[in-house]
T-cell receptor, first 115, second 120 residues
Framework: DQQVKQNSPSLSVQEGRISILNCDYT??????FLWYKKYPAEGPTFLIS?????DKNEDGRFTVFLNKSAKHLSLHIVPSQPGDSAVYFC??????????????FGKGTMLLVSP | GAVVSQHPSWVICKSGTSVKIECRSL??????MFWYRQFPKQSLMLMAT?????????EQGVEKDKFLINHASLTLSTLTVTSAHPEDSSFYIC????????????????FGPGTRLTVL
């Protein structure tokens, strides 16, 4: 059972345009979400997070939106740059009440930003 | 951010040999570390949770006798792939957990750069 789903395996965007990466989840206990960026042959690096008490979190060019009723979140990158080309993973811990714990990852979306 | 290193970054070995991968948290103490593996075009799959001073907790379907984990200190966890076979070839990534700063995230998880294992 895949609790975190990223249904688009890839996305191509032109430089300067907006990139929108989507993530859906099924576990209503999830209340905190993270986005990671991963280059080939490297470990993931943390990008941005959002708590369920918010519906939007912004950090520079990156904004994450959370729609709890739809169990959906999205990562917006504006403007997109070629250096943003990477695989983006959506992840969630099982629940803040469980304390520090592991992450459930989506399968990732490969973003390609062309000049 | 905090730094987590892995060694080696890549290894090629013959079938039947054992391979040890080290994961170190360089600038913080980590009582909990995680080991993941990633197959091509697949997500990161958690293999086990490594707890300093106690036995590792393995995910369902992961053979604990094949993937030996030792978390001997607060900055080092090792994963040993015993009697490796070609199907064990994968990208192994560790991460270390650090309590988040007050007022920010509840916890922070920092990933190592990964180890590419190829078993011939």
């Amino acid at each position: 059972d895949q609790q975190v789903k990223q249904n688009s395996p890839s996305l191509s965007v032109q430089e300067g345009r907006i990139s929108i990466l989507n993530c859906d989840y099924t576990n209503s206990m999830f209340d905190y979400f993270l986005w990671y960026k991963k280059y080939p042959a490297e470990g993931p690096t943390f990008l941005i997070s959002i708590s369920s008490i918010k519906d939007k979190n912004e950090d520079g060019r990156f904004t994450v939106f959370l729609n709890k009723s739809a169990k959906h979140l999205s990562l917006h990158i504006v403007p997109s740059q070629p250096g943003d080309s990477a695989v983006y993973f959506c992840a969630a811990p099982p629940g803040t009440n469980s304390g520090y714990s592991t992450l459930t990852f989506g399968k990732g979306t490969m973003l390609l930003v062309s000049p | 951010g905090a730094v987590v290193s892995q060694h080696p970054s890549w290894v090629i070995c013959k079938s039947g040999t054992s391979v040890k991968i080290e994961c170190r948290s360089l600038d913080f103490q980590a009582t909990t570390m995680f080991w993941y593996r990633q197959f091509p075009k697949q997500s990161l799959m958690l293999m086990a949770t490594s707890n300093e001073g106690s036995k590792a907790t393995y995910e369902q379907g992961v053979e604990k006798d094949k993937f030996l984990i030792n978390h001997a200190s607060l900055t080092l966890s090792t994963l040993t792939v015993t009697s490796a076979h070609p199907e064990d070839s994968s990208f192994y990534i560790c991460s270390a957990l650090r309590p988040g700063l007050a007022g920010k995230e509840l916890f922070e998880q920092f990933f190592g750069p990964g180890t590419r294992l190829t078993v011939l």
